[in-house]
């Protein structure tokens, strides 16, 4: 015979007299189920267990896209500050966090939306507020849920490049994280004592109680199903072996000129006459002893190097591929530069964010860091950045500055 | 153990405590750098886009999305017989879930000529297998449930879950 965890049966209790709320709170053991709204609710899913699982599983994909969305904005604004420095080992690292980083982000679509089901009654719970601790951890559900669901939104348009709104997507998709995760830790501290009953030994040996329709581990298996389901349905776009599942993604990794996706398009930047000018050059100066300004042949004339090295985009695709070009340290190093410091990147585009870069001195200095001139084997399509094109470990796609015209040595 | 049948198993939030006020006081704090960052930034564009799409989400799902599926949920108490419910139930799960994922893909609003390699498939052919796939699935999944003999009484459940 099953019995509750600690006192007597509700039925029990019912029959000594007791309310039925009370009956309720003796049997479960917790404090304020809600007897006044709980029958416009009947199904047993909206339980304490089911919760505490998928807050669970909530809390750890908004954690995984909050660190690695830190580490995405801070490669994006480089730090050059000892350990804080980008680092350029190991290469695919960047590639990781940010599939990661979306791929947690479109598995959290399902998770969100079955946790905010499994406690939408208590958005009627009565009294509405029962002190001041209830009142300020119901008013961080208001950031909580509405930047989860801002978060999760946003990201889902921008990475198929829509941006229907008049703010800037990287900016507020930053600072709204922030938010967001402060009200996720108003939300932990006030949801720790049930949080922890219900993930705790003594909800998981209770039997599935009686009802109809799915069982919480039926419920808790479809959640985990979708989670799944809309995972291959999009990782394909970084996993390339799964793009022929990837139905949904935004990108294959596989289709575009020369076999690589593309984000910025020579069109699209406004260098289409600059890139194949006759006149081209690079130029290299800033704090170096002699300025360089080489042609596109003086270019090809210098001892080439290859690197194999994936175009990781901040989108969440990634792509590898065979690049060989001039090492960025042999330039520098035939300009004079006395010390490798950092290195401003600039491109023919003339206007746009991402139109220079900035690479920290260890950048600089990796042998695999290169002026690419040639992909798997090709001369650079235009579209990735002909004449040549930075590629270097461990940096995000907007990063590696296509139709380079000017390297600046900065002391 | 006995239940009193439709009250939700749903325990309360803590009623305050050192570990409750300590966790407030952090995450307003960082919730706060995050809400002055925004205001401060120089590139953000429109704070009012932003605080239009952040309480737009937010209504959308409370005051639609949610009653639309608790009123779904309780038509199907009606119209679906309870042996085959959970499939059907989970279906409409993945299958929800997997067609919300797809709204901005199959829409295409950020399509741009000039760049056929950003959304270069047919993902309304996409989106229509997907779906095919768990509904197989699903179907698959209620036969198995509708032939499986009725039972005199609900089945106790295993220990554990």
Redesign the interface.
Known sequence: MLRAPRGRGVGEQLAAGSSRHRALEGALGTRGVMPAVAPAFPSRLHDERVAAILGLALGIAFSVCFLTGLYSHFAQHPLDIGFLSMPTSPAWLYRITQGLHVAAGTAAVPLLLAKLWTIYPLLFAEPPVRGPAHLVARLALIPLVAGGIFQLMSGLANITGWYPWQFSFPVAHYWTAWILIGALIVHIGAVWAPARRGLGRAARMEPEPRGDGLSRRGFLGAVAAAAGAVTILTVGQTLRPLRGVSLLAPRDPAVGPQGLPVNKTAGGAGVLQTARSPDYALVVDGDVGRPLRLSLGELRALPQHDADLPIACVEGWSAGASWSGVRVRDLLELAGASSVGEVRVESLQERGSFRASRMNAGHAAHPDTLLALRVNGEELDIDHGFPCRLIAPNRPGVQQTKWVTRLEVRA | ?????????????????A??????A??????????Y??LN?R????????L????G??L???AL??PL??AA?VM??YLVP?RI??AV??TL??A???A??????V??????P????????D?A???A??VGV?LVGGLLTAVRSARRPEPER?P??P???
């Open positions: 153990m006995t239940r009193a049948g439709g009250d939700t198993r749903l325990g309360s939030e803590d009623d305050g405590g570990r409750f006020w300590v966790c407030a952090v995450g307003i704090g960082v919730a706060g750098f995050g809400l960052g925004l930034a590139l953000i564009g429109s704070i009012g886009s932003w239009t799409y952040l309480i989400g937010l959308v799902h409370d999305l949610a599926v608790v949920s199907m108490i309870s419910r959970p139930q989970g799960v993945v929800g879930s997997v919300l994922v797809a709204i901005p893909v829409g295409g609003w950020g399509r741009n000039g760049n056929p390699t950003l959304l270069p498939r993902y052919l996409g989106l297998i997907a768990i609900a106790e459940r220990r554990g879950w």
